[in-house]
């Protein structure tokens, strides 16, 4: 799965904290509030995470290198969701 690279707003008075609009499973972002780059796992119900615990290089066309392998769980209507995989340069690899 390719992902989709996005920009939070620009913190205001209005927004402390701003998350992107229109979030979608595989969208990655840096957010400068928490210093951190976050993205939401490509699944359904993506839970959405920070990569503080990663590598992360940046790439000329903002595509994003993350290593070491990215594993991460959450919840969805119930459910546990759970995902491994890469993040190479802006693509998605499930383990």
Same mark, same amino acid.
């Given at each position: 799965?390719?992902?989709?690279? &996005? ?7 209005? &927004? !402390? /904290?701003?998350? $992107?609009?229109?979030? +979608?499973?595989?969208?990655? =972002?840096?957010?400068?509030?928490? *210093?951190? =780059?976050?993205?939401?796992? $490509? ?5 959405? %995470? *920070?990569? %503080?615990?990663? +590598?992360?290089?940046?790439?000329? /066309?903002? %595509? &994003?290198?993350? !290593?070491? !392998? ?8 119930? +459910?546990? &969701? !759970? =995902? ?7 693509? =998605?690899?499930?383990?």
């Amino acid at each position: 799965m390719i992902g989709r690279r &996005i920009y939070p707003p620009a913190p205001s008075e209005e &927004i !402390s /904290d701003p998350l $992107p609009y229109d979030i +979608q499973g595989g969208d990655y =972002w840096y957010d400068p509030v928490s *210093n951190h =780059w976050m993205f939401a796992c $490509p699944v359904d119900g993506f839970p959405i %995470a *920070n990569l %503080a615990a990663h +590598q992360v290089v940046e790439h000329e /066309d903002g %595509a &994003i290198t993350v !290593s070491p !392998s990215i594993l991460t769980c959450g919840h969805h209507n119930g +459910q546990r &969701i !759970s =995902w491994h995989g890469y993040l190479e340069h802006g693509t =998605w690899r499930e383990v």
